[in-house]
């Protein structure tokens, strides 16, 4: 059986002392969050959605009728975007090889978060 949500916003996930995070266990509040998904399409950002978030990890828990709302949103609804951004695209691949490579011929690997060296 499922709580009714204590606001006014029934679209929010059910509040109440039972929601913990399913990941890491820590309490969960009510927020509104933006989102990022990758489609077919490309990138869509979703503003403005109602959801639980984990005060431990910030993993984000959508009720049921916002998770079907976002699913249309994706799935190709004809709604209309607020606004189009510019989203610049970066890449690691190279730098991070040739980096690591060479890092690896002077002895300099390092560990992340410590001062230790391979």
Same mark, same amino acid.
């Given at each position: 059986?499922?709580?009714?949500?204590?606001?006014?916003?029934?679209? !929010?996930?059910?509040? *109440?002392?039972?929601?913990?995070? +399913?990941?890491?266990?820590?309490?969960?509040? @009510?927020?509104?969050?933006? $989102?990022?998904?990758?489609?077919?399409?490309?990138?869509?950002?979703?503003?403005?959605?109602?959801?639980?978030? !984990?005060?431990?990890? *910030?993993?984000?828990?959508?009720? +049921?009728?916002?998770?079907?709302?976002?699913? @249309?949103?994706?799935?190709? $609804?004809?709604?209309?975007?607020?606004?189009?951004?510019?989203?610049?695209?970066?890449?690691?691949?190279?730098?991070?090889?040739?980096?690591?490579?060479?890092?690896?011929?002077?002895?300099?690997?390092?560990?992340?978060?410590?001062?230790?060296?391979?």
């Amino acid at each position: 059986m499922t709580e009714a949500p204590t606001s006014d916003n029934q679209n !929010c996930p059910p509040a *109440g002392a039972d929601m913990r995070c +399913e990941y890491c266990h820590a309490d969960t509040r @009510e927020a509104v969050v933006q $989102s990022a998904f990758w489609t077919e399409r490309g990138w869509m950002i979703v503003q403005e959605v109602p959801a639980r978030v !984990c005060e431990g990890c *910030g993993e984000q828990f959508y009720s +049921e009728a916002t998770t079907r709302q976002l699913q @249309e949103l994706l799935d190709g $609804s004809p709604a209309k975007a607020k606004r189009h951004v510019l989203v610049p695209v970066f890449s690691l691949a190279r730098k991070s090889h040739t980096a690591t490579r060479k890092m690896q011929r002077d002895g300099r690997v390092r560990f992340p978060g410590s001062s230790k060296t391979a």
